[in-house]
């Protein structure tokens, strides 16, 4: 049974950059099967699908936050990364690492981490 | 991007009753090279994240009860719980995975009366 953990700074300043990290245990991160995720929930409101990553660094974003966003990979610690840049209160959000299918369940997410909420606050 | 709209809001239904969850995309998500619907129904109950329950827009994942049942097909779908648990309160939202970027409904509060 995969499971995946968010962790990172839960306040970030105006301008500056949001960083996540994802651990995934309980499955190997190098699976062909899977690409890596994030999706946001801000306060009261919706989930937003951010973008994901392939265990070959193969990446695929959100086009409302390519201008700003890296995501990365590393698979000898089984971790995933997200860095979105020039933060604003907008961004304040629980942020979600997910799993999310390839081929044919390519968009269909079946296992997600708890959640992170990060406040963007000076 | 496609929209996803969902209704109602929120609904109170009483345990062992009939709850109906609609969820309308702003084109169609069905592809017809091999007759899917890419359309997907998440439940959340609260401090948890989301489960998958449907994919498809009608098949149940491994170790969901049979009680939801997902239809529709196009742009027009349906999350249906038969007999209302006071386990199933929580937040249900459908999601779209026709094309990239991919997007979800903004939700339905399912409550019990």
């Known amino acids: 049974q995969v499971q995946l953990q968010e962790s990172g700074p839960r306040l970030v300043k105006p301008s500056q950059t949001l960083s996540l990290t994802c651990s995934v245990s309980?499955?190997?991160?190098?699976?062909?099967?899977?690409?890596w995720s994030w999706i946001r929930q801000p306060p009261g409101k919706g989930l937003e699908w951010i973008g994901y990553i392939y265990y070959s660094g193969t990446t695929f974003y959100n086009p409302s936050f390519k201008s700003r966003l890296i995501m990365s990979v590393d698979p000898s610690k089984n971790q995933f990364y997200l860095k979105l840049n020039s933060v604003t209160a907008a961004d304040t959000a629980v942020y979600y690492c997910?799993?999310?299918?390839?081929?044919?369940?390519?968009?269909?997410?079946?296992?997600w981490g708890q959640g992170t909420l990060a406040t963007v606050s000076s | 991007d496609i929209v996803m709209t969902q209704s109602p809001d929120s609904l109170a239904v009483s345990l062992g009753e009939r709850a109906t969850i609609n969820c309308k995309s702003s084109?169609?998500?069905?592809?017809?090279?091999?007759?899917?619907?890419?359309l997907a129904w998440y439940q959340q109950k609260p401090g948890q994240p989301p489960k998958l329950l449907i994919s498809w827009a009608s098949v149940r994942e491994s170790g969901v009860p049979d009680r939801f049942s997902g239809s529709g097909s196009g742009t027009d779908f349906t999350l249906t719980i038969s007999t209302l648990q006071a386990e199933d309160v929580a937040l249900y939202y459908c999601?779209?995975?026709?094309?990239?970027?991919?997007?979800f409904g903004l939700g339905t509060r399912v409550e019990i009366k």
């Open positions: 999601q779209q995975y026709y094309t990239t970027p991919w997007t």
């Open positions: 309980g499955g190997s991160i190098s699976s062909a099967d899977y690409y």
């Open positions: 084109q169609s998500v069905f592809y017809s090279y091999n007759s899917n619907n890419y």
């Open positions: 997910a799993r999310e299918g390839t081929g044919l369940m390519r968009g269909v997410f079946d296992s």
